[in-house]
C-alpha cells in the first residue's frame, strides 16, 4: 500500500517475473496490476488485478479499510488483468457497485457469469462520493472499445488504465524511476503492441488527457505519472504521428532454388518504372526490425513463396502474421510463387491477407519451377500495373 495524495491509496501488486504479457508481448522487468482506492465518504475501488494476485489485492486493502467498506468498483477497461480478482471482491462484498461503459458491464457479466450491481458510467456525467467528485470520461479504442478515464476533480488525478502506462516493475510505482533507459524501453514496447493500431484514438486520448491538466496519472501497469505526465504524452504524440509512406511497396519473399527470388525482382522492377518507392526483403536474411518498419511505413505489399507439402513456407506466414487486421486493412496486397507439382501456396496465403482486411489482387502471380524471360516480362507488367493503381488512390 502506498498513499499517493490525500484519501489516495495505491493498492495494486508487482509481478517481477512475468516474462510474457498476452502470449506475444515481451515484458523485461515484469509489470504491474494497479489498482487504487479512495476514501470520501463513500470509498471507490479503481481496477483490480490479476485473480492470481487476488489475494494481495485484499491484503493491501485491509491496510486500509476492511473490503466490505467499499462502496464503488470502477473498472475503466475489463480485459481480465484489471477485473480478473473482482468476483472475490463480489464474493466478500456482493452489495457494490460496479461502475462502467456499457460494453464494459457486458464484458463483466461474460466474466463473472454470475448477476452484480451495476451501474453504466456515461460520458462526462460525475458522481459525488462525499467530498470528491468522479467524472467518467469515455477513451474508445484504448485500447478496447469499453475504456474510459476517470478523472477526481479535486486531487487532479486521472485514472486512464492502460492508456500512458506500460509493462515496467520497479522498486516503486510512484514515479521513482531511477532505471530511465530501462523504462522508457518499455514504454515504447508498451505502446507499439498496446496502442500502435490505434494512432487516432491516442491523438484523441492525448487531447483529453491535456484538457484536464492532470497533476497525477493513474495508469494500470507501471508507475503513476507526475512530473513525467507531459515527456510521456509528448512520446505518444510521436509515436501516433503517421507513419506509412504513400507509394512505398515492400516485396516479403523466401526462395528455395531462385525461382521465386526472381519473381520478387521482377515485380519490384515493374513498381519502380511506375514511380513507386520498393523495399524487396528477402525474410531470413532480413532482420525483425527492417521487417517491422517495412510493414508499418507501407502503403502496400507483396507476398511471395514457393509451394512445399501444399503449402507457403513458415517465414512467410510469420511475415504476414505481424500483419496488423486493425492498421493495415485495406491495404493492397499482391501474392507470388514458384511451384513445381500442385502449387496451393499462393492461394493459401492469399486467403489469409484476404482474412486480415488486405485488399489482395485478384491475380495470384504462380509460375511452374523457373520463370522464362516471357514470364519474368508479364511479372513486370503486373508490378507495374500494380503500382499504377496505388498511386491512383
Not at 462502467?100 to 460520458?123: E, M, Q, T, W, Y
Not at 488525478?157 to 522508457?184: K, M, N, P, Q, R
Amino acid at each position: 500500500m502506498i498513499k499517493l495524495a490525500n484519501d489516495l491509496y495505491y493498492v495494486g501488486v508487482k509481478d517481477p517475473d512475468l516474462k510474457t504479457f498476452d502470449v506475444i508481448v515481451p515484458t523485461e522487468t515484469g509489470t504491474t496490476y494497479n489498482a487504487y482506492l479512495l476514501r470520501g465518504e463513500k470509498t471507490v475501488l479503481f481496477e483490480t488485478v490479476h485473480d492470481d494476485f487476488a489475494d494481495e489485492l485484499l491484503e493491501n486493502i485491509r491496510e486500509i479499510c476492511p473490503a466490505e467498506d467499499i462502496d464503488i468498483i470502477v473498472c475503466d477497461h475489463t480485459e481480465p488483468d484489471h477485473s480478473g480478482a473482482l468476483h472475490k471482491i463480489l464474493d466478500i462484498n456482493p452489495d457494490v457497485t460496479v461502475y462502467g461503459s456499457a460494453a464494459a458491464l457486458k464484458n463483466l457479466s461474460n466474466i463473472l457469469n454470475r448477476d452484480f450491481n451495476k451501474c453504466v458510467a456515461k460520458n462526462n456525467s460525475e458522481l459525488d462520493i462525499g467530498g470528491y467528485t468522479l467524472k467518467f470520461i469515455w477513451a474508445p479504442n484504448l485500447h478496447w472499445p469499453d475504456s474510459i478515464f476517470t478523472f477526481c476533480k479535486e486531487l487532479g488525478a486521472v485514472f486512464t488504465c492502460d492508456f500512458l502506462g506500460c509493462h515496467y516493475c520497479g522498486e516503486t510505482v510512484d514515479e521513482d524511476i531511477s532505471d530511465t533507459a530501462g523504462y522508457d524501453t518499455e514504454l515504447a514496447r508498451y505502446y507499439k503492441y498496446i496502442f500502435g493500431v490505434f494512432p487516432a484514438a491516442v491523438k484523441n486520448g492525448l487531447s483529453l488527457i491535456r484538457s484536464l491538466s492532470p497533476a497525477l496519472v493513474c495508469t494500470s501497469h507501471g508507475p503513476v505519472l507526475r512530473r513525467d505526465i507531459e515527456k510521456v504524452c509528448g512520446c505518444y504524440d510521436k509515436w501516433s504521428e503517421p507513419v506509412v509512406q504513400s507509394g512505398k511497396i515492400s516485396v516479403f519473399y523466401v526462395s528455395c532454388y531462385g525461382y521465386t527470388a526472381a519473381m520478387a525482382q521482377a515485380l519490384a522492377e515493374g513498381a519502380r518504372s511506375a514511380g513507386c518507392e520498393v523495399g524487396v526483403y528477402e525474410i531470413t536474411a532480413a532482420s525483425d526490425a527492417e521487417i517491422d518498419e517495412a510493414l508499418r511505413t507501407s502503403a502496400a505489399y507483396m507476398f511471395g513463396s514457393p509451394t512445399l507439402n501444399r503449402d507457403a513456407l513458415p517465414p512467410v506466414w510469420s511475415v504476414l502474421g505481424s500483419v496488423s487486421a486493425v492498421a493495415d486493412r485495406n491495404k493492397p496486397a499482391l501474392i507470388f510463387g514458384s511451384y513445381g507439382w500442385s502449387g496451393e501456396a499462393c492461394a493459401n496465403l492469399a486467403a489469409r491477407a484476404q482474412g486480415l482486411g488486405l485488399k489482395v489482387d485478384e491475380e495470384l502471380c504462380r509460375v511452374c519451377f523457373k520463370p522464362s524471360e516471357e514470364d519474368l516480362e508479364k511479372l513486370r507488367s503486373k508490378g507495374s500495373a500494380f503500382a499504377a493503381a496505388l498511386l491512383s488512390q
